[in-house]
């Protein structure tokens, strides 16, 4: 990719895909089912967007012999099919969402029969499942403080990896979503440079212009999920009733993000990016040409910050260091390349009009 780019920075990336569900969603599902089955539980119902999370836990409830229940977003549930495959084949039930099984989906059903679902909607229906099963427990994947905590061991491999090759990151990237990739990424970064030890390192998180959470939300208290189950989050937001269009990233279609993250990007110890569809994949596709690697499109907008980066250097000559955390392959999410491929996919910037009026709906403190 270096050489392709023709720049005189130095690119390195993180490389999650190789856990068995093929992403770094099992560095917080596996504690969680292991803590779970400690515990007693019989069942742990959760959500998913892409299917990454979704598939990790039920790997996970697979090793420990429990049930599994999982929401998916109801576009990448018809986007994704063998990532429903795949929890099917650990012994996860796999639900669109929203579902009739819940009176969380069957309210948003009622309103809207054609929705396309999003996160904040299956978070909603896999929070009241738990909620009305004495033997099952709810199960997140991402935004809360024990799922960075257990995240933070990619950002720690990093750090002794580049002190193996004696270099250190001048720029660190991911893509972001609900934070957990990111967050594991940045956080021990930001703990060197709070600390003095390298305190000029940017920080930078990369999401969808179609759901521009840090980069355009309001810095507020929400709910985390549609329906309001949730205790009040401080965070970005979009606005917790807010829809995304249907992207192809489904992993990064959520209204706010983790509090922490979302509190050091307010302070300015980090910053945030967003990107249109189009040239996220086309970033993805020169990284497949290039490195070999097929990855998910969520990881694809990490891709395209880190080229930004890169060709930024190639301009002003600097001889920066940079390195992006790559989450996941994308060896399911073919159709979307092929879309891609076809010229079918659509670039879209969601209005800040809509921001505004979602704000209206915030609940009132």
């Excluded at 089912?33 to 299917?51: F, K, Q």
């Excluded at 099952?136 to 257990?150: A, E, I, K, Q």
């Excluded at 990424?185 to 060197?192: L, W």
Aim: proline share 6%.
């Amino acid at each position: 990719l270096e050489a392709h780019l023709r720049t005189p920075a130095k690119i390195y990336y993180k490389w999650e895909g190789v856990s068995p569900p093929g992403s770094h969603k099992p560095n917080t599902a596996v504690p969680q089912a292991y803590y779970n089955s400690r515990e007693g539980i019989r069942r742990l119902a959760t959500e998913t967007g892409a299917g990454q999370w979704g598939s990790s836990l039920a790997f996970a409830t697979a090793l420990f012999d429990l049930q599994c229940t999982v929401y998916m977003v109801r576009v990448s549930y018809e986007q994704k099919p063998y990532r429903k495959s795949l929890m099917r084949v650990w012994g996860a039930e796999c639900i669109p969402s929203p579902s009739t099984r819940t009176s969380a989906g069957r309210a948003i059903l009622e309103k809207d029969p054609d929705t396309s679902g999003s996160l904040g909607i299956a978070i909603s229906e896999a929070v009241e499942d738990a909620a009305t099963h004495d033997d099952t427990h709810y199960s997140l994947g991402s935004v809360l403080n024990h799922v960075c905590l257990h995240q933070s061991i990619i950002g720690l491999e990093s750090q002794q990896q580049m002190a193996a090759v004696d270099d250190y990151p001048d720029v660190v990237l991911g893509c972001c979503g609900g934070g957990s990739n990111f967050a594991g990424m940045a956080f021990p970064f930001v703990g060197d440079k709070l600390s003095g030890r390298h305190p000029d390192t940017r920080i930078v998180s990369c999401e969808p212009t179609a759901c521009p959470t840090l980069t355009k939300g309001l810095y507020a208290y929400d709910y985390g999920d549609a329906a309001g189950l949730t205790p009040l989050l401080k965070m970005f937001t979009l606005g917790h009733d807010f829809v995304p269009p249907p992207i192809h990233a489904g992993g990064l279609r959520y209204h706010g993000d983790s509090p922490l993250l979302c509190a050091l990007t307010r302070d300015g110890v980090m910053e945030a990016a967003a990107f249109y569809q189009t040239e996220v994949f086309e970033a993805a596709q020169l990284f497949a040409h290039t490195e070999g690697l097929v990855v998910a499109p969520e990881a694809a907008h990490a891709v395209k910050g880190a080229i930004d980066e890169a060709l930024r250097c190639k301009k002003t000559g600097e001889e920066k260091t940079i390195l992006f955390n790559n989450p996941g392959h994308g060896n399911f999410d073919l159709a979307s390349y092929d879309a891609h491929l076809d010229g079918q996919l659509i670039d879209y910037e969601y209005p800040e009009e809509l921001v505004r009026e979602a704000m209206t709906r915030l609940p009132a403190l």
